[in-house]
């Protein structure tokens, strides 16, 4: 009897965190965030190339409110937006050292991404503006620019 399980090879069960080059993250579509769909094109998903797949990763992940998500509770996925963005209790200094603090443990789970810096914080009404530069293990500095 077949099983109906594929068996993985041992080498292929090693460190999952490990680095990755941009060439090899796989297949992405692109999201429309507004309005909350993915772009289609003559009926099928629009693919990303490698590059494209690294910042709809990190822009669904700056999208997605920390612990709100049950499917992500056991990981530290999303960023605090509700209790840091729209806090007026909180001093600015704090709420953003918090935030960069939540955007570069959230960063280290994409195996792509090496290092980040030069973190801005822009109000929009009642959004905000993130920009940062991420550094991928290529070399390549993809610059991100969302606003949550």
């Avoid at 090899?24 to 797949?53: R, T, W």
């Avoid at 600015?92 to 090496?114: N, T």
Wanted: charged share 25%.
């Amino acid at each position: 009897m077949a099983d109906i399980f594929p068996t993985m090879p041992e080498s292929s069960a090693e460190d999952t965190n490990a680095p990755v080059a941009v060439e090899n993250i796989g297949l992405s579509f692109v999201y429309d965030h507004d309005k909350k769909a993915f772009i289609m094109v003559d009926g099928s998903p629009k693919e990303c190339n490698q590059v494209e797949a690294v910042k709809e990763w990190i822009s669904m992940m700056l999208r997605l409110n920390r612990n709100s998500c049950k499917v992500f509770e056991n990981i530290n996925i999303g960023i605090s937006k509700d209790e840091l963005i729209g806090s007026r209790t909180l001093p600015a200094g704090f709420a953003r050292s918090e935030l960069i603090r939540e955007i570069q443990e959230m960063l280290l789970l994409c195996p792509a991404i090496e290092s980040s810096y030069n973190y801005e914080f822009r109000r929009n009404k009642r959004t905000m503006e993130i920009s940062f530069i991420c550094v991928l293990y290529t070399g390549e500095n993809l610059e991100v620019v969302e606003n949550v």
